[in-house]
């Protein structure tokens, strides 16, 4: 069975999907089998791949067990990588999985089939603590955390970190810290250093040593449906996310 992370933070903006994409592609450029869900209601992961939010089987019929999970991938989106798209109707499947019993584990159950075709399951959460979320920290094996190099930053990673000891004690005791990693960051200003420090300071070894610079390409590349590593293979953003993707192979 392949591993599988959840990326994860309750603050939007901060570079989750943009690290779920890119380090999904990064893996798969190096030959790993990878399967990258999008379990955000907002569904950029989809559209950031270029795959059409239409009406067949997505994240969201799987959810609410309309049907099995080998039905809802997407397969070669990009080479090694396939997908479990979304659309805006997850915003509902909420309320639609509370009749469902221990909705808490629906996607560990669903994912089971087909778990072990890949080396890598990336899910892409959304950007709260809700039950899309739960479902996603009781099926991983761990949780990397994005995180903007900006003030807030210690303020998210606290309430993230308690849910995540939560869960740990009452659903999924194998859960790990998988890190964090350091995002947007500007070698131009003090504050993206400082923050860098202070959770260097907090989570000592659960940090990631490659950061994610601030970089157009990056945000260009989602619009023209690609990863990085297409759109700008050479750009520094290209070249970071490989980097993560070997800090992350490593700690197979």
């Known amino acids: 069975m392949g591993r599988i992370i959840a990326i994860a933070n309750q603050k939007g903006g901060v570079g989750k999907t943009t690290t779920s994409i890119n380090l999904s ?10 399967l990258l869900i999008d379990l955000d209601p907002q569904g950029n992961s989809t559209s950031g791949l270029g795959i059409d939010k239409d009406e067949q089987n997505t994240i969201y019929h799987l959810l609410i067990d309309e049907t099995d999970a080998s039905d809802c991938v997407r397969h070669h989106v990009w080479k090694n990588l396939d997908m479990i798209p979304s659309t805006v109707n997850l915003a509902g499947a909420e309320i639609e999985m509370l009749d469902i019993p221990r909705h808490e584990f629906i996607l560990k159950k669903k994912l089971r089939d087909i778990e072990n075709d890949y080396d890598y399951i990336i899910i892409d959460c959304p950007p709260s603590l809700n039950l899309l979320t739960v479902n996603a920290l009781t099926t991983a094996n761990s949780v990397l955390v994005p995180i903007q190099c900006e003030f807030y930053a210690m303020e ?31 070698i131009r200003t003090n504050l993206s250093q400082q923050v860098v420090d202070s959770v260097k300071q907090y989570l000592k070894d659960k940090v990631y ?40 192979i490593r700690y197979d």
Request: glycine share 6%; no cysteine; charged share 25%.
């Open 156 to 186: 998210g990673l606290t309430q993230l970190m308690y849910t995540i000891q939560l869960v740990q004690k009452k659903l999924n005791p194998s859960l790990q810290m998988e890190g964090v990693v350091f995002t947007m960051f500007d």
């Open 25 to 34: 592609a990064a893996l798969a450029e190096k030959g790993k089998r990878v």
């Open 209 to 248: 040593d490659t950061i994610i610079p601030r970089n157009v390409r990056l945000a260009e590349a989602p619009s023209h449906g690609i990863p990085i590593l297409e759109y700008d293979s050479r750009s520094t953003g290209a070249e970071a996310y490989r980097k993560l993707a070997e800090e992350v």
